[in-house]
């Protein structure tokens, strides 16, 4: 699929790469900021935890990103309306940023080292998941009916940060 999108964090080009381990594109402000944005059709594949994250931290690693202000409001590059900050991290404040829209989400460069940082063990960061999920979806996913799109979205967010935060 030929498509260009443009970084919602510095407006650069990003570039749609290939992650073959898990067969999913990923686009990637290579140019600018090194933000990496999931559209939902991608994140319907983190499904698996299992994979290992190498590849995509490969391709990041060892290159110079430029600084962007992490707490500016961003459009999402699909649908061009605004993504929502979501998901503050109990111990670094790393947060999202997902377009309620589409179900994109889009993640700094330096998030992704944050979220990668943060854990030791992949139980730790299963256990600091589910406590985010908690912090930040408890009052919705109490309500007896949720609405499946809602719960998309909280499973959505639950495996890709599993499949972020995973060591090798
Ligand atoms: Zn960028
Ligand atoms: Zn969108």
Known sequence: MDRQLKCPACG???KEVLIKDRNIKIDI??????????????????????????????????????????SKTRQCPVCGLKMVKNFASPKKAV???????????????????????????TDELRADVEKMIEDNFGEELKKSELEAKEAKK????RELLLYLGKKD
């Open 12 to 14: 650069r080009d990003m």
């Open 154 to 157: 909280i499973d959505t967010v």
């Open 29 to 70: 402000c290579f140019d600018g900021c090194g933000g990496i944005f999931f559209d939902n059709r991608e994140l319907k594949q983190f499904t698996d935890t299992s994979k290992d994250i190498k590849e995509l931290v490969d391709l990041l690693k060892d290159r110079k990103f430029n600084e962007v202000d992490e």
């Open 95 to 121: 947060s999202i940023d997902q377009c309620y829209t589409c179900g994109g989400v889009f993640l700094d460069n330096k998030e992704l080292s944050q979220i990668r940082g943060e854990y030791d063990n």
